[in-house]
């Protein structure tokens, strides 16, 4: 997706808090009370919804920017080089022309 550091939280913050309530990432799908969370599963794979819209909303939200998950160790892998706008994590390798992974 090509997202800079503060995106990239944003994202991972929206897909933690709609998986936590229940709610697909995707659509407006959301369990039943008490429901087991297989149900959700089975629609995202079924409906291919594993990923928001690039264009969703929830980045302009600023409530993700606070975690979902006290010291959540994901977002500590995003930090990458976050001055230069990249949001490369710390683990990306140079592919073979040099350049960061994404």
Not at 21 to 38: E, I, M, N, Q
Not at 67 to 88: H, K, R, T, Y
């Amino acid at each position: 997706w090509g997202l800079d550091f503060y995106r990239s939280v944003k994202l991972v913050n929206f897909i933690r808090w709609r998986v936590a309530s229940g709610s697909c990432v995707r659509c407006d799908f959301a369990l039943a009370a008490g429901a087991d969370g297989a149900v959700l599963t089975a629609h995202m794979q079924t409906s291919g919804h594993f990923e928001p819209p690039a264009d969703g909303p929830f980045f302009q939200d600023a409530r993700f920017f606070v975690p979902i998950v006290p010291d959540d160790p994901l977002l500590g892998v995003l930090d990458g080089d976050a001055s230069e706008g990249e949001g490369v994590a710390d683990t990306a390798q140079p592919s073979s022309s040099g350049t960061s992974l994404q």
